[in-house]
Nanobody, 120 residues
Framework: QVHLVESGGGLVQPGGSLRLSCAAS????????MGWYRQAPGKEREVVAT???????NYGDSVKGRFTISRDNAKNTVYLQMNSLKPEDTAVYYC??????????????WGQGTQVTGSS
C-alpha cells in the first residue's frame, strides 16, 4: 500500500512564501503523474499544478508565475514552492500521486491535506 504524507502548510502574510512537500512511502514501482490541488471553503477542488514523469508541467491560471512545482524521484516527493501568496490562495492543499505499486497495480492516492492561510 502507498501512503502520502504532506507537510509545510501554515499561516503566512500576503506576499510571503511557503513550500509544501508530499512524500510517498510503501511498495512503489513507479510514480507517474504528481499534482497539487486545493479546496477553499464553499468551493470545488481545483488543480494548482501538475507534473508528469517526463517533466511536463501545468499550472492553474491563478497561480502561474507565482507557484513552482517540482519532484525528486529518488525521494518519491513532490514540492510546491508558493511565492507572492495572496489571501485568495487560502485553502486546504492536497497532493495526488498516480503510479504503479510493486505488483504493478495502478494507484491513485491523495494526501491528507494541509492548510495554507494567507492573512495578515
Amino acid at each position: 500500500q502507498v501512503h502520502l504524507v504532506e507537510s509545510g502548510g501554515g499561516l503566512v502574510q500576503p506576499g510571503g512564501s511557503l513550500r509544501l512537500s508530499c512524500a510517498a512511502s510503501g511498495s512503489i514501482f513507479m510514480l507517474n503523474h504528481m499534482g497539487w490541488y486545493r479546496q477553499a471553503p464553499g468551493k470545488e477542488r481545483e488543480v494548482v499544478a501538475t507534473i508528469t514523469s517526463g517533466q511536463n508541467i501545468n499550472y492553474g491560471d491563478s497561480v502561474k508565475g507565482r507557484f513552482t512545482i517540482s519532484r525528486d524521484n529518488a525521494k518519491n516527493t513532490v514540492y510546491l514552492q508558493m511565492n507572492s501568496l495572496k489571501p485568495e490562495d487560502t485553502a486546504v492543499y492536497y497532493c495526488n500521486f498516480l503510479g504503479n505499486d510493486s505488483s504493478r497495480v495502478v494507484f491513485d492516492n491523495w494526501g491528507q491535506g494541509t492548510q495554507v492561510t494567507g492573512s495578515s
